[in-house]
Structure formats: structure tokens, C-alpha cells
């Protein structure tokens, strides 16, 4: 079985992102495997180890940099990995992500898709699910139970007031959340073996795409600047007898605050 687990190349998130000229600022951010995909890496990971002929791949869409995240991916206990490189991924919404990586999937070929429930810089938690449809597989999203039984997979997953249980064949797309299982930490047997590793590097052209599928020109949505949240300000401190602070609380807030 070939289980391809998409990844994807986020800033760290305890780095310091600036914004200078409505763009992020990237000199000096670490970036990592996005936490999410790790849910989907750490399953892939459990059913090779459980037993049987599977393959475990790694599949990413960015530009040359994103080599190492897929490297680091590798490291947990993949087989194999593979990069779609192009210039015009940081202008890819999720409708043309999907697009290359369900090209890319065609090109590799694949018998269980896992990614995480969503990536934690944009957090549109389409991806996953675009390429499902693209590649007319069935789907479920934002699981935290799973099971491959005979060819098929029955998951669970949170919905208000219980747990939804689905049932379906495989091949099938799984978008993963907290609480499927422990990611691993990569061992240092397995960060050396990446190396020795095969890793593939594809061009737009690989898959049989082109410059106008990507980026502004494929996308429908056009992210135009970013702005940094706004500063909150300072909080207030009422002092006084209760009574003559209650006055002053309701004034506040229907004068100053205008919420009442």
C-alpha cells in the first residue's frame, strides 16, 4: 500500500513574524513541518509498522526551500519523499494547492492520502478536502479515530454533542486533528537515513502543469497585504467603594466602551 501524507511548510509558531510593506517579513523565521500533518505522518507511520507491504510517502508544494521540511518529515520514519518546487507557491490559494497536489498524487500514485486538518498559517482547512474531490476519492475531515480494517477505513470524529462515526474504502483522503494519535520525535538513526533516501524534486511541468495554473494566475483568491493585528489597549483599573465603582463600570460602558 502506498500511503502519501501531504505536508506543509509553515513559520514556526513561536517565531516573531513582522509584517514591512504589507508583506511577512522572513528573514530570521524558522520553518517547520506544519503540527497537523504530523497527526497524519504519525498514522501512515502506524500502519507500516503494524505489519504488511506499505510505503509511507512524503508529498510537499513550495518553493526550493521547502526541501528541508520534507527532510524533516523523512526524518520521522517516511520512505520516500516528494517536492512539486515553483516559485509561485506563496501565491496558491487553496484551490491551486489541491490542484498541483492532486496532479503530483496522480504522478506518484497512492492507496491512502493523510494530511492534517489544517495548515496553522492560514488555517482554511481546504486543502485536504479539495484534493478528495479533485481525485473523486472519498473523505473525512478532522478525525481523531481511525481504523484500516480489509480494505476499508472506518474514523471517527467530534461533531456537537458526540462523535460521528464514517465508513468507507480505501483509497480516501484523511485530514487529521489532535487527539488521533502522539506524533513521534525523528530518532537520530532516522535523520541519518534520510540521506540515503530517495527524494524527488518536480517542476510544474512534471505533473503536466503549466504557469498559468498556479499562483495569481490559477488562484481565486488574491491575498493583497497583511497587517499586523491591532495593539490592545491598556486595561483599566476602577478603584474606589463598591457602589461608586458599579456607577463608574456602567458609565464606561455606555459612554466610552459603547457596548450598552
Do not use: W
Not at 15 to 41: C, M, R, S, W
Not at 92 to 100: E, G, I, L, Y
Not at 160 to 166: A, D, L, S, T
Not at 184 to 203: G, Q, W
Amino acid at each position: 500500500m502506498k500511503i502519501v501524507c501531504l505536508v506543509k511548510e509553515v513559520p514556526d509558531s513561536e517565531a516573531k513574524i513582522t509584517v514591512e510593506n504589507g508583506k511577512i517579513k522572513e528573514t530570521g523565521v524558522k520553518f517547520i513541518v506544519n503540527p497537523y500533518d504530523e497527526y497524519g505522518i504519525e498514522e501512515a507511520l502506524k500502519i507500516k509498522e503494524a505489519g504488511g507491504e506499505h510505503q509511507v510517502f512524503i508529498l510537499t508544494f513550495g518553493t526550493e526551500r521547502a526541501k528541508k521540511v520534507m527532510e524533516s518529515a523523512m526524518a520521522l520514519g517516511a520512505d520516500e519523499g516528494f517536492l512539486v518546487a515553483d516559485g509561485s507557491a506563496p501565491d496558491c490559494d487553496s484551490h491551486t494547492t489541491a490542484k498541483v497536489l492532486a496532479a503530483a498524487l496522480n504522478k506518484i500514485g497512492f492507496d491512502m492520502i493523510f494530511c492534517g486538518k489544517q495548515a496553522i498559517d492560514d488555517d482554511s482547512s481546504q486543502v485536504g478536502v479539495r484534493v478528495a474531490e479533485m481525485l473523486s476519492l472519498g473523505h473525512a475531515s478532522v478525525v481523531n479515530k481511525f481504523e484500516l480494517t480489509d480494505g476499508k477505513v472506518k474514523v471517527e470524529r467530534q461533531i456537537q454533542g458526540g462523535q460521528e462515526v464514517i465508513e468507507m474504502p480505501v483509497p480516501c483522503v484523511i485530514t487529521c486533528q489532535k487527539g488521533l494519535n502522539d506524533p513521534r520525535y525523528p530518532s537520530l538513526k532516522n535523520i541519518m537515513a534520510v540521506k540515503k533516501k530517495p527524494r524527488t524534486v518536480f517542476t510544474l511541468d512534471d505533473i503536466g502543469l503549466s504557469a498559468d495554473d498556479v499562483g495569481v494566475n490559477g488562484s481565486f483568491v488574491e491575498v493583497t497585504k497583511f497587517e499586523p493585528p491591532l495593539e490592545k489597549a491598556p486595561g483599566r483599573v476602577i478603584e474606589g467603594e463598591p457602589e461608586d465603582t458599579a456607577k463608574e463600570l456602567i458609565r464606561s460602558l455606555r459612554e466610552e466602551a459603547k457596548v450598552i
